[in-house]
């Protein structure tokens, strides 16, 4: 289904809970990559989170109050966009289907489905973004996240406009398509099973010699940093978002001022 | 309440049907009636020579080995060199099927013939398809005394005679003569689709040949 | 069966430490997705058959009844018995009572999870029937007394030193210094001593990958051809299949087979396909003189016409499991039941109830790699979250995990107190990680930090920062 944007699109950016708690950078990596492509940007105050803990644990009456609220505050907005595959694949998949039985309100989440996308998804299937204006000098390697690869079909695009960064060198990741053990909240309710998981990543991360690790959601991120961190190694970890936008000043994930 | 009456009635109640809705019935009926195929890959849709030559393919690629000999005649004499060039004993099982009993057996007088099903102490058996599957390189064998299924399971080389007008692109085409030869509905107590020697993954998912059937499955092509 | 799925973790802590284990469990890594992917993508029509092949399953459910119906009439035309079993017991008496009637001693038994779901072969020992396991990785199991850890390859968990070791313990009537260093030595040896058992067995169970109703066929998938001589071989042949085995027409059963191989072992056709239709005819000179079929509900009925019907679709295949990060990590007996990975993660649940199984629907990343290579197109990860949700709405999750989502819920649906909330909270966390970045310890964190270090927030929160900033922007112009 692809339409043709207008020219200069309204997008409602969804931050996701993450990014606003943890990593404002991405946030701010988000708006610039939009401001680019001649988007108009607004971010609704109403927005807090998705709502996947509750839908993910069961609590689906939480889970529709929130999706409401959410419809309720992005529905105006030609798109809505959020920096994570996770978050995007909530609202455009999950919504629709958390809200089937509800008259009222099934319409309401399809016709926000159709028009939420993944930031990088938007860019590329959307605006036609294939190129970014930025420089990263150095190697890096990327990991597909669950929802956005296998959701939302994103693949090639971060790789397609990873290859257009200056100075970048883009390797390939073992497994990149196997899960890294985040699974929300999954990653603190069966610890030991993450860890599992995140091992092998992490050592497939070793192993292509990149020197940054980029991924599309902070979930993902933030466990795979958290374990590279523990292991000792030097692989940084960003969101993809930060070196398309150039904006690679803030410490990466799990570093501090002091490194 | 038997335990059927028990089962059905809770399918029914899970359905929320009572089993006598005409439209379902005939559905069903129908269905069964018409047994249309669903899809069929391309693969299999090619002339004779097309179909033999893929059958070969596909068979060889499962390990089996395939042999085409110009006519029925010439069968007995490949039988011998193959068990030759096996170091297999020159005697074999097969059953009364006429297709084996026809073949000129004078000229191999070396090769012994045994009837029968097979006890599990036959080293070689030679049995007729009435079918193969271009697709996947795979026989079609029916029970009954022309062929007995030990024959296909106890010996260790299995020889399989195969006419290549009978092989077939897929095994819809199987399933259709086989309507027509036994009558829709019904079935031999045994078809077995055979697609290459027994084999075994289960000690640390090394492939082996040979589990507990044939370690060995000779196909020789007719015409 | 050992029902240990309520000891989910402690099972998880045992796999993750078993070195053995882990050593077996790097062949399900990768050889079962490269075989799979090499199969599928030789197969242009691989997506199309998925679409029909999902049909045909949902088409036959949801006239299932009638199917069945259709199934017995066409068994009784051909002499054989059909048998309904409502539980796990039922079945179990059911196959005892034939083997009682028949003076049977020694019963020799194809692969069968259902076998397995019904735990049919302690009931056989305990009544002076050996029942003799002979896919050879189920031989295996037997020899050491545990069950299968996959459906597909039940001794994927047991490594070829471990059988030399097992071979040599049991079969002590063999010369004690022969060679098993390979495994066709290994293969050789079982088939050997397994041939015996055939001949000798005074009946053959097997399950059924099909019911096909337009025939009254039953239909067995195997590589090693010991269901066929489980089968053939003794004077009784029991088939135990559950009732959504049933497929319509031999078309139907094809158009599944077409993916069943495939998905498993990436095998374009299993080696024995066989289709078994009623006992021996009157001039057979071999096979069964007696067909029984025993058709097993256990749980599924109240799987239909509900939001767990997809699963029904199941094959069996393995699928799930050979791409599942969770299975990868710990294998098949950590999940505790007899269904192992996704599949057995939605199905376990309906068969042996919610509250001894919960953790399992909740054991997964929902990564939905299962749902991807499903051949059947079952939306597993849709369905553990249903069992999630009765879970919460029967209040059998752990308390301090409800309230801590309901805790969690209610700020969320307030963004001013949650922004206020989380806004002092990162502030605090900023401040304390800014130095290196990350923390290594934090209260209440424990289940993050235990194996890797939490990344500290930045500090502010983007909604502050982003507030701070557009007003800013306002005072300049």
Aim: charged residues 25%.
């Amino acid at each position: 289904m692809k339409r043709t944007p207008p020219q200069h699109p309204h997008v409602g950016l969804f931050v996701t809970c993450l990014v606003d708690l943890f990593r404002p950078s991405v946030g701010f990596a988000a708006i610039k990559l939009l401001e680019e492509a001649s988007c108009t940007i607004d971010v609704p105050a109403a927005q807090t989170c998705c709502g996947q803990p509750a839908y993910n644990s069961g609590d689906r009456a939480d889970a529709r109050a929130i999706a409401k609220s959410v419809i309720e505050a992005f529905e105006p907005y030609d798109y809505v966009v959020a920096p994570s595959g996770s978050c995007a694949g909530m609202l455009k998949k999950h919504y629709p289907a958390l809200l089937a039985d509800d008259a009222q309100w099934r319409p309401r989440a399809e016709r926000m489905a159709a028009h939420t996308f993944e930031l990088v998804s938007f860019l590329t299937d959307v605006l036609g973004v294939t190129a970014v204006a930025a420089r990263h000098d150095g190697s890096v390697t990327y990991h597909d996240s669950c929802s956005g690869l296998r959701e939302l079909g994103i693949q090639t695009q971060p790789r397609q406009l990873l290859r257009s960064v200056d100075g970048l060198e883009l390797l390939e990741l073992k497994n990149a398509d196997v899960c890294c053990g985040f699974g929300g909240t999954f990653c603190v309710k069966y610890s030991d099973l993450s860890n599992a998981i995140v091992e092998r990543k992490t050592a497939d991360i070793a192993e292509s010699g990149a020197e940054t690790l980029l991924a599309g959601d902070l979930g993902c991120l933030m466990n795979m940093a958290g374990k590279l961190k523990r292991e000792g190694r030097a692989t940084k970890s960003r969101h993809v978002a930060e070196v398309l936008a150039g904006m690679t000043d803030a410490p990466a994930i799990g570093e501090g001022v002091s490194e | 309440m038997s335990g059927r009456d028990v089962v059905l009635r809770k399918v029914r109640r899970a359905l929320g049907v009572t089993g006598e809705e005409a439209a379902r019935r005939s559905a069903v009926a129908e269905r069964l009636k018409k047994s249309e195929p669903n899809i069929i890959p391309e693969r299999g849709k090619r002339d004779r020579e097309g179909r033999v030559a893929l059958f070969r393919e596909m068979a060889e690629a499962v390990s089996a080995t395939v042999e085409r000999v110009a006519a029925s005649d010439d069968v007995p004499t490949a039988i011998a060199r193959y068990l030759r060039e096996q170091n297999l004993p020159a005697a074999f099982r097969a059953g009364a099927d006429p297709a084996i009993g026809a073949l000129p057996w004078d000229r191999e007088p070396n090769l012994t013939r045994l009837s029968g099903a097979s006890d599990g102490r036959d080293t070689v058996g030679l049995s007729c398809a009435i079918a193969g599957v271009a697709e996947s390189g795979t026989l079609v064998l029916v029970s009954g005394p022309d062929n007995p299924t030990t024959i296909n399971f106890l010996p260790d080389a299995h020889i399989v005679m195969l006419s290549a007008d009978d092989i077939a692109g897929d095994y819809e085409t199987v399933w259709q003569r086989m309507r027509e030869r036994f009558g829709a509905g019904k079935a031999p107590r045994t078809v077995n689709l055979v697609t290459g020697p027994s084999r075994s993954a289960d000690i640390e998912q090394t492939l082996i040949l040979g589990a507990h059937g044939p370690r060995a499955l000779h196909i020789i092509v007719v015409g | 069966m050992n029902l240990t799925a309520d000891r989910f973790k402690d099972n998880v802590r045992v796999a993750l430490d078993d070195d053995q284990l882990q050593r077996a469990l790097t062949h399900v890594r990768s050889n079962f997705i490269e075989r799979r992917a090499k199969a599928v993508d030789a197969l242009p029509e691989f997506e199309a058959l998925r679409e029909a092949a999902r049909a045909v399953k949902d088409h036959a459910l949801t006239h299932l009844d009638l199917y069945l119906e259709a199934y017995e009439t066409r068994v009784a035309e051909s002499g054989g018995h059909v048998h309904y079993a409502e539980t796990a017991a039922d079945a179990r008496d059911v196959i005892l009572n034939i083997c009682r009637k028949a003076g049977a001693r020694t019963v020799t038994k194809g692969k069968s999870m259902i076998a397995e779901e019904v735990d049919l072969n302690n009931h056989l020992e305990a009544h002076g029937v050996e029942p003799v396991e002979t896919d050879l990785g189920e031989y295996i199991i037997q020899l050491r007394g545990e069950v299968p850890s996959h459906i597909i390859a039940p001794a994927v968990h047991v490594n070829q030193d471990q059988v030399e070791a097992d071979f040599r313990r049991v079969h002590t009537h063999l010369a004690a210094e022969r060679d098993l260093a390979e495994p066709t030595s290994l293969l050789a040896e079982a088939r050997g001593v397994l041939r015996d058992r055939f001949l000798a067995a005074d009946v053959g169970i097997t399950g059924a990958n099909f019911l096909v109703a337009e025939t009254g066929t039953s239909i067995i998938v195997t590589n090693e051809g010991n269901g066929d001589l489980t089968q053939i071989l003794p004077r009784i042949h029991i088939v135990i299949a559950s009732i959504e085995k049933i497929v319509p027409t031999l078309e139907d059963a094809t158009t599944i087979l077409r993916l069943l191989a495939r998905s498993a072992t990436g095998q374009d056709m299993s080696v024995y396909t066989t289709l078994s239709t009623g006992p021996r005819r009157p001039d057979d000179p071999d096979g069964p003189d007696e067909y029984h079929v025993v058709i097993l509900d256990n749980g599924r009925t109240a799987m239909l016409g509900t939001e767990f019907q997809d699963m029904l679709r199941c094959i069996r295949c393995g699928a799930c499991m050979n791409h599942c990060p969770v299975y990868h990590a710990v294998g098949g007996h950590a999940y505790g039941a007899t269904y192992p990975g996704p599949m057995g993660q939605v199905l376990d649940p309906a068969i042996f109830g919610l509250k001894a199984t919960h953790d399992l629907p909740n054991a997964s990343t929902f990564c939905g790699r299962c749902e991807s290579v499903c051949p059947m197109k079952i939306p597993l990860p849709k369905m553990m979250r249903h069992w999630r949700d009765k879970e919460f709405e029967r209040g059998l999750s752990p308390a301090p995990q409800r309230w801590g989502i309901r805790a969690w819920a209610f700020l969320a649906r307030r963004p001013a107190l949650y922004r206020l909330a989380t806004g002092l909270m990162m502030r605090a966390l900023g401040n304390l990680g800014s130095d290196r970045g990350r923390f290594q310890m934090l209260p209440f964190a424990g289940g993050w930090t235990a194996h890797r270090d939490l990344p500290a927030p930045e500090g502010r929160t983007f909604m502050s920062a982003y507030r701070a900033k557009a007003q800013n922007k306002g005072r300049k112009t």
